[in-house]
T-cell receptor
Framework: AQSVTQLGSHVSVSEGALVLLRCNYS??????LFWYVQYPNQGLQLLLK??????LVKGINGFEAEFKKSETSFHLTKPSAHMSDAAEYFC??????????FGKGTRLHILP | DVKVTQSSRYLVKRTGEKVFLECVQD?????MFWYRQDPGLGLRLIYF???????EKGDIPEGYSVSREKKERFSLILESASTNQTSMYLC???????????????FGQGTRLTVV
């Protein structure tokens, strides 16, 4: 069965430091991959997506992710964290039958 | 601007009540989803619909049913609400995945349901 694993339910970084949120997927076919962000009491907002083509994907708010097929990974990074990045982040995969499966989420805390 | 609208942000219902959660999208999307979100468990798929009157069970369909009579509307029904169905419910829609680059899901604001 296809699945998405996010390492770390909580990640804390200092303001200005590198943000790295990890995501691994299992899929028997090439997937579509997504990162979403959720602010308190809000729905989910798309940060970025990988469908085909370039494996380094740039998204909104300075985030980017790299699709590594050999590692079945799609980690999210941002060079310099800002206080406004504090939120919950979800990695997701869209599989052949069009269902979208989410990881359990990582809550990002930014330390002043 | 694309939009997925859930009828209520907050709902409080009594145990045993029949509860309807409504979702409408204005993007002419074929696919619609209902997820449940609980702390530490992420988003879990309850039901998925890929066309009018077509549906598939997700990972946690027990205690729920759905209705899709029109393309733009997807309803989640709790036949007899129980306290363990207290949760955040999120509706989403998307285009079919095959051959489209813009295939991501668009989400509503969520409905926080409390069953007492």
């Amino acid at each position: 069965a296809q699945s998405v694993t996010q390492l770390g339910s909580h990640v804390s970084v200092s303001e200005g430091a590198l943000v790295l949120l990890r995501c691994n997927y299992s899929s028997s076919v090439p997937p579509y991959l997504f990162w979403y962000v959720q602010y308190p009491n809000q729905g989910l907002q798309l940060l970025l997506k990988y469908t085909t083509g370039a494996t380094l994907v740039k998204g909104i708010n300075g985030f980017e992710a790299e699709f590594k097929k050999s590692e079945t990974s799609f980690h999210l990074t941002k060079p310099s964290a800002h206080m406004s990045d504090a939120a919950e982040y979800f990695c997701a995969v869209k599989i052949r039958d069009d269902k979208i499966i989410f990881g359990k989420g990582t809550r990002l805390h930014i330390l002043p | 601007d694309v939009k997925v609208t859930q009828s209520s942000r907050y709902l409080v219902k009594r145990t045993g009540e029949k509860v309807f959660l409504e979702c409408v999208q204005d993007m002419d999307h074929e696919n619609m989803f209902w997820y449940r979100q609980d702390p530490g468990l992420g988003l879990r798929l309850i039901y998925f619909s890929y066309d009018v009157k077509m549906k598939e069970k997700g990972d946690i369909p027990e205690g729920y049913s759905v209705s899709r009579e029109k393309k733009e509307r997807f309803s989640l029904i709790l036949e007899s609400a129980s306290t363990n169905q207290t949760s955040m419910y999120l509706c989403a829609s998307s285009r079919p995945g095959q051959g489209y680059s813009n295939t991501e899901a668009f989400f509503g604001q969520g409905t926080r349901l409390t069953v007492v």
